[in-house]
C-alpha cells in the first residue's frame, strides 16, 4: 500500500485535506514495457494513481517526490529509461504525505512500497506480441461549467460560451493490441477511473492523468455533496462524472466489434 484516500471526513460531516483509510483508493500498477527483439528492454511506462506530495511546502528543494523516487530505482535496476504516469490520483494521496524532507517523508520507502512491487511484475511479464499496431483516436466531452467563474481567453479551447456555459474535455486514446489507453487533462477522482476501467471490454485499461493541459479536479457527484477542496477549487459540476463516464465508456466499448 503506497497510496491512501485524503479526504478526511470529521464528525459533523465536513471534509478537508488529510488521510482517510475508509474512503475508495485505486492501488492498480499499470505496467507497458518495451523490448528489443534480443529480450533487453527499450523502456518502461508506469502507471499508478498518487498525489506526488511526500514533501509539502516547507521544502524547497527540486525533487521528483515519490514517483521520481520510483523511476531512478527502477531505471537503475533494470537499465533502461522508466517513464511515470499518474493515474485517477485526484483524492489520493501518498501515505507519507506533506513533510518537511526526504528523510522525515520516508520518502526512500517508496521504492520498496511500489518499486519492488513492480520489479517482481515485470519479471512475470512475458512478450505479448512482436507484431504490434498502435490506434489512436479523440473525442470531445461536454458538461456544464460551473457558474460563476471568469474564463481565460487562452483557455477558449476548453470552454464555449451560450445560454449554459460548457466545458470542453478532450479525450485521447491509444489502442495497443488488448491494451486501452484513455487520457485527459484532469485530476481525476479515482472512483471514475475505476469505473472506466471495469466498464472496458479491453484486458488492460490505464488512465492516464494530467495530459494535454490541466483543467483541475473532476470530483464524483458525491464528492460535490460531501464538499471540500477540490469540489470547491473544481471548474465543473456534479453533471461531469455523469457525462464523462457515459461518453468514455461508450467510445471505448465501440473499439471493440
Known sequence: MANINRRAKDVDGSVSLGLNPDGPTDRQMGIIRLDRPDGSPIGVVVNYAMHGTVLGPSNLDISGDAPGTVSAYLEQKIGAPVLYVNGAAGNLAPIYSVY???ESGH???FRVLIGDRLLEALRSLSATSTDVTLWTGETI???PRRAGLIWPEELSAFSHEGQK???RLPIRFL???ETIIWSAPLELFCEIGIAIR???PFTHTFYFGYTGGWL????TKDGFEEGGYE???SPFTERAEQDLLANVTTYIQGLKP
Open 107 to 109: 520518502l526512500s520507502q
Open 216 to 219: 483541475g479536479y473532476l470530483p
Open 141 to 143: 466531452v461536454e458538461t
Open 231 to 233: 469540489p470547491k477549487t
Open 198 to 200: 471495469n466498464r472496458s
Open 100 to 102: 518537511p524532507d526526504a
Open 175 to 177: 489502442k495497443i493490441g
Open 165 to 167: 456555459p460548457m466545458m
